[in-house]
């Protein structure tokens, strides 16, 4: 009986058979596809295992040795610097006022102009200052001649006996005391009247009183010599203060009046700033206060001249910290003889604090970092150790070694992202001529490893 008729019977049992014809065959067909791959796994098990073997053989742990290039480490001196950053500023800066009021008659600056000390900035309408001065000379000289000063010869008032006010009362009051003895003794003796006597006495008392009365006016009159000298004397500073003229040396940084401008007392004409040196003003942090001392070089760059390096010296470092920033204040000086750094401009750079010689230094290929970890390897005996190491400063292509390394010890420089602790090296010579062999053995080793397990998997 075929298939097709025992399926097309009605009976449920004649169904049941069916099926169970029908599937016996696809399970031993199944059964069979599996014995067959069973059958080809086991016979490229060994080829599977002799990839996963070429694999290891690959990393390099036990297989041929990794070709790296070394370097001994170095010894340099660093220069141990700290980070700054302020304002050029200038060391003397000038605001000049006008003394006296008046009509602003020339400006003799400009903005940016050079100024030495002394030169004229500001000239002011003169006359009216000229008159007081008269007048103030006016007053001088009156009092000079009641004294009997002689201007030409002698400053100082001579004594009071010596005036002529003064010896004019003092001939009378003694030709008054003269006539008064002899009025005494002719009335004594009965020649003369009573009323001559008494005449005699008074004149005496009126001379001496005017002798007094001189005497007090000369002194009142060198004090009122010091009043007409002083009141003289500032006559002409008003005058001489006519022409305003330069404090400091420096350059013009402002320039506030116009000609024809009337100005009053204490008016602002010109600011003046000093150029050369100038003053860095900046703030070092607390932790360097230990370090920074007066004379220690700054190197600095400034955004106007971009690449160029400037110098300067610590002049003056701050006794104290300020609480809120916890920084102290540091002012260097900057010398700028051709005027090309100007106030105003930010300034960053270093101090140098100190030059440390004989520092070990590793070279940057030597060096591999991760996670913030530094690690080298060392080479001994013909093999890696990873050491973890401190970095410090940089220079060049070398790097400062902190922590980690006593200073003899070699280093590979090459390769070492296939190296691990006991890693066997081969050290790269001159007349090597097959450079990353060992690299590339590896490679093959796991390229064929990968090989045996891609051809086991297909069959």
Do not use: W
């Amino acid at each position: 009986m075929s298939i097709r008729e025992i399926g097309s019977e009605r009976d449920g049992r004649g169904v049941a058979r069916g099926i169970a014809i029908f599937v016996v065959p696809a399970l031993l067909g199944i059964g069979a596809v599996i014995g067959c791959n069973t059958t080809s796994g086991e016979t490229n098990a060994p080829g599977g295992r002799g990839g996963g073997a070429g694999g290891r053989g690959g990393r390099g742990g036990g297989g041929n040795a990794v070709r790296v290039e070394t370097s001994p480490l170095q010894r340099i001196s660093v220069d141990r610097r700290v980070d700054l950053s302020g304002t050029l500023v200038s060391p003397d800066q000038a605001r000049v006022s006008s003394e006296v009021a008046g009509i602003v008659r020339e400006v003799q600056v400009q903005l940016g102009s050079e100024v030495r000390v002394g030169d004229v900035l500001v000239r002011l309408e003169p006359k009216e200052l000229a008159l007081a001065l008269e007048r103030a000379e006016s007053a001088l000289r009156q009092v000079e001649a009641q004294l009997g000063i002689d201007r030409a010869q002698d400053k100082q008032p001579p004594a009071d006996e010596q005036i002529a006010s003064v010896r004019q009362a003092m001939a009378n009051r003694d030709d008054a005391r003269a006539a008064y003895a002899r009025a005494q003794q002719l009335s004594g003796r009965g020649l003369l009247a009573q009323v001559d006597r008494d005449t005699a006495e008074t004149r005496l008392k009126v001379t001496e009183a005017n002798y007094q009365a001189a005497t007090d006016n000369v002194r009142s009159l060198k004090a009122s010599l010091q009043d007409r000298r002083a009141s003289y004397e500032l006559a002409q500073k008003k005058l001489s203060d006519a022409v305003v003229r330069a404090p400091v040396a420096g350059s013009v940084s402002e320039r506030l009046v116009q000609p024809g401008e009337y100005i009053r007392e204490n008016t602002p004409v010109a600011t003046i700033v000093q150029m050369n040196p100038l003053k860095l003003k900046t703030a070092i942090q607390e932790k360097n206060a230990g370090v920074i001392r007066t004379g220690q070089a700054v190197d600095f760059v400034v955004e106007a001249f971009p690449g160029q390096i400037l110098h300067g010296k610590v002049a003056y470092v701050s006794p104290s910290v300020d609480q809120a920033t916890r920084t102290f204040p540091v002012e260097v000086l900057v010398d700028n003889p051709d005027r090309t750094l100007k106030p105003g401009f930010f300034a960053k750079g270093t101090v140098l604090t100190r030059v440390d010689e004989s520092v070990i230094a590793a070279p940057d290929d030597a060096v591999s970092t991760m996670a913030g970890v530094s690690t080298v390897f060392v080479i001994e005996d013909g093999k890696a150790r990873q050491q973890q190491v401190v970095l410090g400063a940089r220079q060049g292509k070398v790097v400062e070694v902190v922590e980690g390394l006593k200073g003899d010890e070699v280093l590979a420089t090459s390769n070492v992202n296939q190296l691990a602790t006991g890693t066997s090296v081969r050290i790269a010579t001159p007349g090597d001529d097959n450079p990353g062999g060992a690299a590339r053995g590896e490679g093959r080793g796991g390229r064929q490893g990968g090989r045996g397990r891609r051809e086991g998997a297909a069959q």
